[in-house]
């Protein structure tokens, strides 16, 4: 069973890798044994997760911006220069915008769709060879896209572009997974509310009422999204591919 779970020697890039929900998934790869990229816009982010996880592990930043085709290409082109093949791809670099619909500008739904719709298709576009290449028989590579229950659900805040954005992410999961078959495993993750820089306001505001909305009566922790990561990355999630699981205390599914 360890072996079943295991992502040992593995090799991963975590986008959006310094922070929040992304910083989750690469400490957990790290601490598990994998050797991880995280990607920030940020340098000096990149250079401070690197030097706390490598603590750990082994662990390398690599700052990009990954809000345009060219960005995502640059990269795939960094990892394809130190790296062989790729196991394990965590799409998780992500925007948010709120505003009322009368006022939405036309800026925000560009900014949001280009980053976390476009973003995600491109890098992994660019890096399926390098994900094909580390497939064995029984162990396709993996990737992992990071969507939101806000995608299943109509969201209480004004976030248009967020919301839909990850309801674009989740279907082009399901489509990627069909083309990408039987090489490459496409699986998404549909969190719900945890400890990050993007959700601090909406929990400083509104943390009491979610925490009572949640059937587990909690927000997410650390560990609950490094386990759904590692388990999809792992040989025990060899044979889904096309999902989108919420990690959410029950909050989108059992209302």
């Known amino acids: 069973m360890t072996d079943l779970f295991s992502i040992e020697g593995k090799t991963a890039l975590v986008t959006g890798g310094t922070r929040g929900i992304g910083l989750m998934i690469a400490r957990g790869f790290v601490e598990a044994g994998a050797r991880v990229y995280v990607a920030s816009r940020k340098a000096d982010a990149c250079q401070a997760t690197q030097e706390e996880l490598s603590k750990l592990g082994t662990c390398i930043g690599i700052p990009a911006d990954l809000s345009s085709e060219a960005g995502c290409i640059a990269l795939a082109d960094e990892i394809r220069e130190r790296e062989s093949a790729l196991h394990i791809l965590v799409n998780n670099a992500g925007a948010n915008w709120g505003a ?4 939405y500008p036309a800026s925000a739904m560009d900014k949001v769709l280009d980053l976390n719709v476009k973003g995600p298709f491109y890098l992994t576009r660019t ?3 390098l994900l094909e290449r580390s497939a064995q028989p029984g162990d396709p590579a993996r990737v992992i896209n990071i969507g939101s229950i806000d995608g299943i659900r109509v969201p209480g805040m004004d976030t248009f572009a967020y919301s839909t954005s990850k309801a674009a992410i989740h279907h082009l999961t399901r489509v990627m997974a069909q083309k990408l078959a039987p090489k490459v495993t496409v699986n998404a993750v549909a969190p719900g509310p945890f400890e990050s820089k993007m959700m601090a306001e909406t ?9 009572a909305s949640c059937p587990m009566g909690r927000i997410g922790e650390p560990d609950d999204m490094a386990g759904v990561a590692i388990y999809l990355s792992s040989r025990a999630g060899a044979y889904l591919t096309g999902n989108v699981i919420p990690v959410d205390g029950g909050i989108a599914t059992t209302r």
């Open 203 to 211: 929990l400083a505001n509104f943390g009491d009422a979610i925490v």
């Open 100 to 103: 009322r619909l009368a006022e």
């Open 127 to 129: 890096l399926v060879p």
